[in-house]
């Protein structure tokens, strides 16, 4: 196991102080449930990787400092709770998306809200499709038409995103779980992401899984404020 911070910035730095307090926590929290725990904060139009940890024998899949597009269906975690103005801005941002599956984005918000978790599923494709076009829009100074063509990437990953309840005994490969640490409007918005834990569980397990981490955001923010 092991945890990493990025360098501090002058913009980023306030933030990367607060993670630092949550670093032994983040270990311990990957080390329990396994894959990688990574906290984000956002940054405009980004969500930046400030502080990730690993269990087991899970190897770093996140480069700290990298950016990540809050291109739908990305972000809703972070989305999930802002203004009714900023949810249509990322809406937006669903290049090529049909009437209905703009619908299943915001009821993706809706439900996140809701439940205070988002979830998202591995499968064949998804890290030839998602990983590779987020790994090009991290490259940065894209014309117009690229980064286009890459948001439409992003969006035809929703398959990816269900809406709805998981069915309890099948078996399910977790992509990613993510959690809201609620910070005052006045401090950079953080989120936990759960990254590719141990493969082939039941819903009963992802949910678990996901109320353990939403517990954990709600201590970490009685910590941060």
């Known amino acids: 196991m092991g945890s990493f911070m990025i360098r501090a910035d002058q913009d980023l730095a306030p933030t990367i102080a607060r993670a630092q307090a949550l670093r032994a926590d983040v270990e311990a929290l990957a080390a329990e449930i396994g894959g990688e725990v ?9 969500a930046i990787a400030v502080l990730s940890a690993v269990g087991g024998e899970t190897d770093i899949i996140s480069p700290l400092g990298s950016h990540y597009p809050l291109i739908p269906p990305l972000g809703d975690a972070f989305i999930a709770w802002s203004s009714l103005q900023d949810q249509q801005a990322w809406l937006s941002k669903a290049f090529g998306a049909t009437e209905e599956e703009l619908a299943t984005l915001r009821r993706r918000l809706e439900e996140a809200h809701r439940r205070g978790w988002s979830l998202s599923l591995d ?6 499709l998602l ?10 100074d894209q014309l117009p038409a690229k980064q286009r063509e890459i948001s439409q990437r992003i969006v035809k990953s929703a398959g990816y995103f269900p809406v709805g309840e998981l069915d309890q005994a099948a078996s399910h490969d977790v ?3 993510t959690v809201p640490i609620h910070q005052p409007e006045s401090e950079p918005q953080l ?6 834990p141990p493969k082939g569980v039941s819903g009963a397990t992802v949910e678990a899984w996901a109320q353990r981490i939403v517990d954990f955001a709600t201590e970490a923010t009685q910590r941060l404020n």
């Open 123 to 128: 499968a064949p494709g998804r890290r030839d």
């Open 175 to 177: 992509a990613t779980i």
């Open 191 to 196: 989120i936990l992401r759960l990254l590719y």
């Open 38 to 46: 990574t906290l984000f904060t956002r940054q405009g139009d980004d």
């Open 131 to 140: 990983e590779a076009a987020i790994g090009e829009y991290g490259v940065g």
